[in-house]
C-alpha cells in the first residue's frame, strides 16, 4: 500500500474505549460497540491507510490514531428532494 | 506519574477536574444535596446586564431584531375564533456570530477564559453551541476544542450535527468526532485534564448569565413596538439555559406578566443513548429526550450544580411533533420568506398553535432563530429520515411516531400540538430530589429552595410532599 506523504490533510481515528470499558449504565445496543474517536490534523510522518498515525491539529496540538481518510471532506447537503414539502404555503399549483 | 486514564478512575477525578477548568468553588454555595444559594451563584459572576450587553457587542452578538410575521399572523387569524389570533413575533438570534442565540452564552465563557489566562477553552456539544464556542474562541485568540456526538457505530453522521462540525472547523477549532454514548463526558474529563483549558460547560453561570440580555431586548423591542409587554414568551426547551436565561432577563426588565411557555419535540419512546435510535430522529436537540430529564433533574449537568433550572421560571410546557415543525418550518419560508434552522422553528410551531387561543391585541414572541443550510435544512433531514427507513408522508400530525413516522400536517389548522403536565413535572422533580437526599432530612432552607425551584410555594411543597 502507498504511502501517504508528510503534511497531508488527514482524519486519523481511535478507539477511546472499547465495549468492556463502557459506561456501566448504556443500553444493550451501544454497549456491543467500541466508543470510536475521530479527529483531522495533518500527517507528521508518512505512513500507510489503516496504519498507526500522528497528527498536528488546526490548534497545533499532537493527536495519534489510525489513519482513516486522505483530504477528508464534508459532502453533507439539501438531499434529495421531499415531495411532501413542496405544496405547503402555496397558491396551487400541485395537479 | 501517569494518570490512570480507564472510566471510572476519571469519572472519581470529576471535581478537581472541575474546579480547576472553572474556576468556580461550588462547595461555597452547596448547603445540602438539594439545595444551593443559586442567585449568590449568580450574583458572585460579578456581571450586570449592561456588563453583559457591553461585552457582547465586543464579540458581534446581541441587538438582533425583532421581526413581526405579518402574513404567518394573518394565516393563524384566518383559522382561529372571532377577535382571537395574537401577533407572532419572532427575534432573530441567527444573527448573531455563528448563527444562533448560542453566540450569547459562549461570550461570556469565552471573555472570563481570557481574563484568566487560559490558552483555550473546550466544550463538549454536538449542537449550535459548539460553533458559537469556536466563533467566540477565534475572535478572543483562544484555542478551542470541541468534543461532539456524530457518528452511529456505522459511521454514519447524522447530517445537522455534520454540518456543525464543519462550522466548528471553520472557525479554527479541533473537533472530536465521536460516535454514540454518554462517554462524551468522559472525553471532555480527560481532554480537559489533559490540556488545562477552560470548561466552557453551558450550565456555567456564565453560560446563563449570556442570556439574560435576549429576554431584555425582547421586553424592551416588544414595549418600544407594541406599548405593552409581551405576553407569552415562547423557548425552545432542551437543557433548561435558554428558558432560564431568556426568563431571567424579562424579569430583570420588569417583565413579570409575561408568561414562559417551554417547547420541545416529542421523541417519546426513543433512548438518547441508543447506537440505533440515534439516527432515526430528526432532531437533535430541543427535544423531550433532553427537556423532561433536564427540567426534573437540573444538575444532572457537566458541573456540580446547574445554573440552568428550568421549573424555576416555565409556566406551559408545550410538545410538538417532528411533522409540525417541518410544516411550519416550510410555512416560514413560503409566507415569511425567510428558512431558519430546527430550533426556532420548534417554537415557533407551538406559538402558532397557542396564537390561535390568544386574544388579537396580545402578543406572542418566538424568541430564537437559528441558521439554516446543508444538513440542518428540513429536506436534508427529512430525506436522510426516508433513507434511515422511516416513512414520511402528509396527514394527520397525532400520527407521528418517534423513529417510525414523521406524518406532515396537510393543513394550519392541524398544527396544535400537546400539553405536557405541569404538575407531572414537578412531582417527578421531588422524585429525583428525594432520591438524592431523604425527605425527612430536608431543613427549611431545602424546602424554600425546592418549592422555588419549581415555581410553588412551601405549602404546595408540603401537600405535594405528603402525597409522594
Redesign the interface.
Known sequence: MSTVPTGTWVEVERV??RPD???P???E??A??????????WLLAPAALGQPARVR?????ELEGTLKTIAPS?T???????P??LD???AGGKP | MKRDT??AAVMARKNEIMKASLGIDYERYISSPVAFDYERLMKDTGYSLDDIARTQRETKVGDTPLFELTRLTEAVRAISPRGKGATILLKDEAANASGSFKARRASISAYEAKKRGYA?MIAATSGNYGAAVASQAAMRGL???ILQEV?D?QGI?Q?EI??KG?KC?AF????????????LF??LLLTLEE?MFFNASLYTPFGIKGIETLGAEIATQVRARYRRDPDVVVVTHAGGGNLTGTARGLLEAGADKTRIVACSVDLSGL?M????DFNRKSFTTGHTGFGIPFATLPDRADVPRNAARSLRYMDDYRLVTQGEV??VT??L???EGIERGPAGNTSLTAAVALARTLDRDQVVVVQETEYTG??K????????A?KMGIE???GDPRENVPGKTIV?PERLEQVTGSEQSMDKLRISYLKNAAKAHPVKKWTDTDKAFVAADVKKDVAWLESALREL
Open positions: 477511546v474505549l470499558q463502557r459506561a449504565t448504556i443500553p445496543d451501544t456491543r460497540t467500541p466508543y470510536v474517536m475521530r479527529v483531522s490534523g491539529t488546526l490548534i497545533g496540538r464534508y453533507h447537503s439539501f438531499g434529495e428532494v421531499v411532501e414539502l405547503i404555503g402555496t | 480507564s472510566y483555550g484555542k478551542c476544542i457518528y457505530s453522521g447530517p455534520v454540518e464543519r472547523e479554527g477549532a479541533e473537533v472530536h468526532k465521536l460516535t454514540v454514548g454518554p462517554e468522559y472525553c490540556t433512548h443513548a441508543s447506537d440505533r417541518f410544516y416550510e410555512l419560508a413560503k409566507l446543508a444538513g435544512h428540513h429536506n436534508a433531514q427529512l430525506s436522510f426516508r414520511v408522508r402528509r406532515i
